[in-house]
């Protein structure tokens, strides 16, 4: 699996992104998709994540009731809505895709399976 990821830019603090991220292969559906993101200096963390089946959604604490992740399976498409945008959601964003063979959804980075390049997410104070 390929992962695309784009729509980052330059927001103001109070702004919306959506970011989105396409991927190539035919079983786009068999995979739980999610999002993690790097600030300057560091670690990776988890943002969201949503299963193969769209059902069940995940969120980071710090982002809860603001971002929204989704997807459209017919277009092999993820997408993770930002809104009430603050500056320290500054980062670089990845997406990633874990193949999903059970129920269990993980939020974890050494679980990924597939990542896909950074898309930078800039808020302005």
């Known amino acids: 699996v390929q992962l695309q990821a784009s729509g980052g830019g330059l927001v103001q603090a109070g702004g919306s992104l959506r970011l989105s991220c396409s991927a190539s292969?035919?079983?786009?559906?068999?995979?739980?998709l999610g999002w993690f993101r790097q600030a300057a200096g560091k670690e990776r963390e988890f943002v969201a994540v949503?299963?193969?089946?769209?059902?069940?959604?995940y969120y980071a604490d710090s982002v809860k009731g603001r971002f929204t992740i989704s997807r459209d399976n017919a277009k092999n498409t993820v997408y993770l809505q930002m809104n009430s945008l603050k500056a320290e959601d500054t980062a670089v964003y990845y997406c990633?895709?874990?193949?999903?063979?059970?129920?269990?959804?993980?939020?974890?980075?050494?679980?990924?399976?597939?990542w896909g390049q950074g898309t930078l997410v800039t808020v302005s104070s």
């Open positions: 292969g035919r079983t786009f559906s068999s995979y739980d």
């Open positions: 949503i299963s193969r089946s769209g059902g069940i959604t």
């Open positions: 990633a895709a874990r193949y999903s063979a059970s129920g269990y959804v993980s939020r974890r980075e050494s679980e990924v399976d597939y």
